[in-house]
């Protein structure tokens, strides 16, 4: 060990057996709010990064990947994207790229942690890009599955951008068969749903697939891609899943026309042909995928 | 900090501030060798590791990520691949897969370092499967550099699995416009090189972008591409060059039927899906390679 | 970071915030035995080292403090110690130094762990220096709370050389004060026991002086000491008592005498000045000892 | 690695193959000074620290050990302290136990870095308990080198605390034997300095014994003592120097008479006792300084 010019390490446990290391610049917040640890911290090479629980959610380096990643197929699928929900998505960098559709009229927020919202909201500028000031967003502060069980309102598009399931977490029950029933009704017929899930190293499937085969017993098409989002030390996975629109059919020239025509502004991770590329899966995680059989219920949680 | 079951951790430095770090098993082997540190530890989630200057080069749970990604896409391009050389891969998986493809008649590995090559042989018997006593395969210790500029036998593809070009470590003169040039004149015609080229992490891309801007210029066709081999901890490159064939033109059927007809047993981690769909970068990466103007030479190393 | 030399860290859990870290040049023994994880290690500056459950026993470098620390003090303020009682000590360094006193006629030693005595007598045999081989030694593999219940032997001196109580370790009912009352009854009447008793770091005072409360609801005369053994990362403290012999009224000179008299070969860290100045702790320990309540009891352990 | 409440640690490096760790809770302010880089850290366990180019100069939780070892023992000695100077010392603590001294009409602080002081009278008002503004403290930033050499005003003790004079650090030309010489030429004839002088760590006593060597090359009585202060993760060591009076000499009584009588308010670490028994050192160390033969001087310094 020769002296580093930076004693302050921030380390993210990725499992028993593995952790990342990220230099702290500074930390900038750190509070235990009523339903989760949030901390904006300035990291090395990444910048500033919301950590909730322990784990970076997005830094201002890279989460132009996860949240372009996230949003852009799921809504580029869609023949006319008006109304979304966002589920979680504290730091509004979300919301900011749904809103970038000149389509959508109507974009939901719901996220339980109001605390979380306005520090990124203060500390994240660039992160929300002025999005929750947009006339087109609602923001809601509210259990988002006590929420949707209790508005019958239609959604084009669902964006679910929440933590993994752990058990101590707050979005154990929004990663449940039940609860995507639930999505599954509020969704309009030619719409989709897009979420983050979970790593997919090659050592650490289990969430990845789970989430597949429990969107499967919902819905008839489900669509698991990845993205590399180098914050996070391993890589990443995602997945739509709708009832009649499969964004693996689009061709290359489809994305690009759509992304020109409906996208305000310029991306800086997706192509067009990133876009009809990025389904394309290793075959080993494909193999994990078709052999799953473990369903994630309300009374059968990943974790416990 | 709860009192955790493995108290042995391997700290894989990534940078000045970043690291990743893996539970330590057991050390099997450590050893300064005239050319590098060399260690073959057993890492919690991934198994037995070869580790090189305290860098993790490859693990039983996902080299077959890494040695696919290498050596396929470009043995795969080619209409007729019979004579491969492989510049380092001591781990003898590189090789391994080369002799996978039924075409191969002869394949020369050269690696400087004995011990290596050796420990592998005898501490990670299922990264080599025996191909290091295949009787179409030839071994050879030697600089690589110095054994390229003695021997004018050409080749139909080029592999080469190197460390990343850091100054103190052996590899330095195996990424320069000079080394591609000789190799440029040992290739055959419609021959092809692949090569690992570094991470390409959004923060650190001057290796990939450099090596990609060097091997641009030498050979007309340079096709960079990334696959994810978690335990690097960051997101990886690789490149093909070549002087007429160019993999991204290859349908997905291309692909489908090369890999049927011409590699034995089950590929783990290559489709034919991602063999056509490896190529699509991000936007970002696209960018960086396209304003990169940093040539790496003889007397102009990367690092210094 | 600066890239280090070695890559291979142990981290040895100090408290929920505090930790200390180690390079580990050699892994030499790791296994789960019945009653704790053993391993012998080859640490960095310190040489190997004797780890359990996580944490360090004693390392070649240092060991010599520990054990002298552990065991003169005792010894030298016996009128005349002959039999010897070792509870724990599976190094063999605390029987080493016990059998240098050359009136000791009768050592036994009982040691729940014969695995850790077997790896201890192979690997570190500068720790025990062939003391097991001495023919005043007994060796005995079993629980020590249940041989000293079913034994009735009297000894001059009981050195106990456990790990901390923690509640999963096998120590956990050999700090209690059912235990030292049963060694009470097996101590001839000017008999004095030793032992560890923990960190005495400003923060973590509890187990010492919770052990020092036990000792005194069941000991007249009860003897806190410190000694630095750097190995362990924060101050440590020892304990003697006894029912009649106070070890704090000897002078420098009746510690030299007896230190010259009774000792064979020369001691590396204890000297008579040493030996009477120990006792001196500082102000803020007394006081926490001064107004400790509690007490350690078979069905009340210190850490639940 | 069980998944900790706190991700955000403190690495002290102690050496090439050792460290510590600290969860940190709060990082109230990092700044790279004209001298060094300044961090005030809330520490885990000890609370808020200075740290000096990352290394822990004093907790909250037990910066009351280091600084009531460093002034008192040398203060203690003197017949009639009056004149005090203090070299380094920038947290104000060391100023703060001199001026306690009721017998202390003036107190010269000497910092070269003016921020470190304003910082430390912010951000840790209790370490200088308003010592600063002290009538009889006079705040000099300038080079305690060049100052002192500028200066002939004699005093009857100097308290020297910085440190460990790394070649980088600003400390260097405050530890060798041409200082020293001034330093005796600025003391009364009675007089007595006492300075930290690194860890006694069995492995690491390069620092402790040619500071001994040094020292003794100028003074004619050089007292070498010891103290544990946890955050510092290893033992530490102090000397004191002097012309004529050996604090050695002084008996528990004495140590007790002059503590109620000079001292205001209430020690927290020295008792009479600890004061006269701290000079006993381990054998080791002893035989350590025996035989050191290093020198510090202006053109060698210790480290280079």
């Not at 039940?178 to 090659?202: C, M, N, W």
């Not at 789970?210 to 990443?236: D, E, K, M, Q």
Request: proline share 6%; with cysteine; net charge negative.
């Amino acid at each position: 060990m020769v002296a580093p010019k930076n004693c302050k390490w921030f380390l993210e446990v990725l499992g028993p057996d593995e952790g990342h290391l990220h230099g702290i610049k500074a930390v900038l917040f750190s509070k235990e709010t009523p339903f989760q640890h949030l901390e904006v911290v300035d990291l090395g090479d990444y910048g500033r990064a919301l950590v909730l629980d322990g784990k970076v959610q997005s830094t201002a380096a890279d989460e132009f990947i996860y949240h372009e990643a996230l949003v852009h197929p799921a809504l580029l699928a869609h023949p006319d994207p008006r109304r979304v929900l966002v589920i979680g998505g504290g730091e509004g960098a979300t919301l900011r790229e749904v809103l970038r559709h000149r389509m959508v009229t109507r974009a939901v927020m719901v996220d339980i942690d109001r605390e979380v919202v306005e520090i990124c909201r203060s500390l994240l500028p660039e992160f929300h890009g002025g999005a929750f000031d947009d006339p087109r967003a609602e923001l809601v502060f509210e259990d988002a599955r006590q929420w949707i069980e209790a508005h019958d309102e239609r959604f084009d598009v669902i964006i679910i951008d929440l933590s993994d399931p752990i058990e101590e977490g707050p979005c154990y029950r929004l990663y449940t068969r039940e609860f995507y029933r639930v999505v599954h009704q509020r969704l309009s017929g030619d719409g989709l749903i897009a979420l983050q899930a979970g790593t997919v190293a090659v050592h650490d499937l289990l969430n990845f697939s789970a989430v597949h085969r429990t969107l499967s017993s919902v819905f008839p098409i489900v669509c698991p891609y990845t993205a590399n989002v180098p914050c996070f030390g391993l890589p990443w996975g995602f997945q739509t899943a709708s009832k009649q629109v499969d964004p693996r059919t689009f061709s290359v020239a489809d994305y690009e026309e759509r992304i020109g025509r409906r996208i305000a502004g310029e991306l800086k991770y997706l192509t067009g042909a990133l876009c009809a590329a990025q389904w394309a899966l290793p075959k080993h995680v494909q193999a994990r995928l078709a052999r799953e059989t473990r369903l994630i219920e309300d009374d059968a949680p990943l974790y416990t």
